[in-house]
């Protein structure tokens, strides 16, 4: 059983399985993230974007007490991160880290029970068979961990982040390197551990994996780009645009959108069609469609133009690079 959520010692009481207020961690004069704020609810898949180096395996190590924050404060699960209270936190989270880090010369079996009696775990043996259920590797759990693939080792260490009962799963890339069936398998056990009501906190590089997953999204670039549903982001980043597609162009198609309300501009796309930007897709695009239809317009097709996470990260990251670099 996990312990309360809302129980935190000196009867405190957190509602958020995570609450970072401006933490920073530097190595020397590197910095690895800096004036990072963020909540994170019970129960939530939340995803944590950025690219290599921008400091998420650090911010996951960081709230894992596996290491110290330079600056700034956290609250793990209900407990205040404070070397302290290490301890109380590790047993309400587990981390499965970037690399498996297993005894090679043990078995898959011997590993989990290497890790199962850190955890002091009543039943190990119906953890560990639960565990490689799991993950699907039953049949591998009498093979040295030496003799897995890269894959295999993964899975062995995702097994090992559920043996502990965790509320708060923090999970490093955790299909990085699995064949897309592999991959696959991972996003039904995250599936299944939400509906557990285990938070999740998932570090990527598969933004379609965020998207599929993910509640909300953080895209760190070592300080905090952007947090939001992946739907806000997008609204957030682009204009809406509604794409018109005509069987003939239109002679006047200034006269078309111009008087149709919440229109903010158009251009043609060079494919045939009308690119046109809304302030609000619902309301414009019923208007577009009777404004060509009263122009005489064949319409061929009328539809919301989509941006998918891919494009939001590419954006935020290419303006960091371009501010990086300076204009021109
Ligand atoms: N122990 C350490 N000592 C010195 N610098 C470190 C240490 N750990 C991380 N760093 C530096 O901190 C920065 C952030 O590293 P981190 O591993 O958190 O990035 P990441 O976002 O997880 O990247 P990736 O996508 O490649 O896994 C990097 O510049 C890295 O070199
Ligand atoms: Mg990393």
Known sequence: MNPDPSSAPGGKTNTAALAVEHLSKSFGERVAFRDVSFEVGYGEVFGFLGPNGAGKTTTVRTLGTLIGPTSGSATVAGVPLTPENG?????????????????????????????????ESPDPRERIDAALGAVNLADRAGDPCGALSKGLRQRVALAR??????????LDEPTSGLDPVAARDVHELIDELRQRGVTIFLT???????ERLCDRVAILNTTLRMIGRPDDLRDQLFAKTITA???KPLPDPDGVFGGVAGVDGWHADGSGGYAIA?????????????ALVDAGADVLSIGESRHSLEDVYLELIDEDAELQTGPG
Request: net charge negative; hydrophobic share 45%; proline share 6%.
């Open 161 to 170: 982040a559920l043996l502990g009962d965790p509320q708060v799963l923090f």
């Open 87 to 119: 301890v109380e936190i590790r047993r309400r989270i587990a981390i499965m880290p970037e690399l498996p880090g297993l005894y090679l010369r043990l078995t898959v079996t011997e590993n989990l029970e290497c890790f199962a009696g850190l955890y």
């Open 204 to 210: 990527t590089h598969r933004l379609e994996e965020a």
């Open 245 to 247: 597609r005509t069987l």
């Open 278 to 290: 809304v302030s609000d897709s619902t309301v414009a695009a019923p208007a577009i469609t009777r």
